[in-house]
Structure formats: C-alpha cells, structure tokens
C-alpha cells in the first residue's frame, strides 16, 4: 500500500528564494505532523494537523514559516526568505488519530539546502 | 534542554556482537517509541512501550521501559549488518501526540 509522499526528495536554493514543501499522507490518516531533522539534532517538532486545523504550531522557527492542509489530506510546508540555517532534512509522517497510541508513519524527507 | 539522551551516540561493532543503547530522561513519559532510521529514508516505527518495567522482543531486539518511565534500553543480540541504521528514541506525555525525540544512536556493524 502506499505509504507517505514527500516531494521534492531533494531541493537547493538560494538564500532569499521561497520554497515549497509538499506532503501526501496515508489516505484516511487524520493526523498529519511536520518535523525538521538537521545534522546531529534530533527530530525537532514543526506542526500537526487535525483535519484541516493546525492546534499546534508552536514548533515553527520563525514567522517565515508557515503550512497548509486541504482537504484533509495533502499539507504543504512553505518557507519564505530561506536562510542557511534553514538546511535540514523535512520529514512529514502521519497517524490515523492524533494521539501517541496511533502510530506514526514518516515520509522519506525532503532535503533542503539553502546556498 | 534535550529531554532525552541517547547515548551512545556512535557504535561501531562486528556482525555477531552483542550491543544496548539507552535513552534517559529526568522526566517521566507516558510512553516511549524507538524508531530505526536508514541512510535516505524516514524513521520506522519499531515498538512502542507504555507499563513501567515493561520489556518487549521483536526477534532479536529486547525494548525495555525503566520502572519509573523515566529511562528505556535496546538490546541486540548478534547484530547483523541489516541491523545499520540510526535508533531514535521519542517519548510521550499524557495522550498528547507531541513526540520528543532523542539525537539518535548512529550504529554500524560490520560484516
């Protein structure tokens, strides 16, 4: 069956340039979380999705960052004025229901590097 | 403030050894995840542990969560070279599905 889908796998930018991040979770996973793993660092959380609805962004860097959900299924992470310090791998994962009973599955990521 | 630590951090050993990596936290979880992460791709969910004391195998992996849910171990008996991979640990609180994740146990085996 098809798991999570992160496109794109991989994407360089200049410094400044915005970047699109796109996440196809698990059909009928309702949760939907955004991670950020950078090199040494643990997972650091970014946001989650119930639905449509984001009760958690308390895990994004700065204002420059921001994500969506429609439709309760696809989610895109945008990250405006990019910086160096934003290089890191995304990983998008989803989860039937939002609580820690309701296993995550990850997507394989999307690197970023900002030049 | 990383609430949990993994260590150690890197392991290198030959096929056949015996290993344990640990997770420790000063604060108590509802419940632990370890997860096995490979070179390109995302984590992948290997157990989850929820009763103090509790101790899971998945063949030849032993999880065991600390008395006081404070602290878990993983225990490989003869590693392999599939065995490679980054271990994370993630803990939770209450039913809350915020996970916090540890940095990881980079291990490697060699054939």
């Known amino acids: 069956g098809a798991g999570v889908s992160q496109s794109p796998s991989n994407k360089v930018t200049e410094k400044g340039k915005d970047v699109e991040l796109r996440c196809d979770p698990i059909s009928g996973h309702t949760a939907l979380y955004w991670y950020r793993q950078s090199l040494g660092q643990g997972l650091e959380f970014l946001i989650y999705?119930?639905?449509?609805?984001?009760?958690?962004k308390s895990g994004l860097p700065s204002d420059r960052f921001s994500a969506e959900r429609t439709g309760g299924s696809v989610s895109t992470l945008t990250i405006q004025r990019t910086q160096q310090e934003d290089s890191a791998v995304y990983l998008c994962?989803?989860?039937?229901?939002?609580?820690?009973?309701?296993?995550?599955?990850f997507g394989n990521g999307t690197r970023l590097t900002v030049t | 403030t990383q609430l949990l630590e993994q260590s150690p951090q890197f392991l290198s050993i030959q096929e056949g050894e015996n290993l344990t990596v640990y997770c420790n936290s000063s604060?108590?979880?509802?419940?632990l995840q370890w997860y096995r992460q490979e070179p390109g791709e995302g984590p992948v969910l290997l157990v989850t542990?929820?009763?103090?004391?509790e101790v899971k195998k998945l063949k030849r992996l032993t999880f065991q969560f600390g008395d006081a849910r404070k602290d878990s171990s993983l225990h490989i008996t003869a590693a392999q070279p599939g065995d490679t991979g980054l271990y994370l640990c993630a803990g939770a609180r209450g039913s809350n599905y915020k996970l916090t994740f540890g940095k990881g146990t980079l291990l490697t085996v060699n054939p």
């Open positions: 999705f119930q639905g449509n609805s984001a009760p958690d």
């Open positions: 604060s108590v979880f509802s419940s």
């Open positions: 994962a989803s989860s039937l229901v939002g609580t820690n009973n309701s296993p995550l599955h």
């Open positions: 542990v929820v009763t103090g004391g």
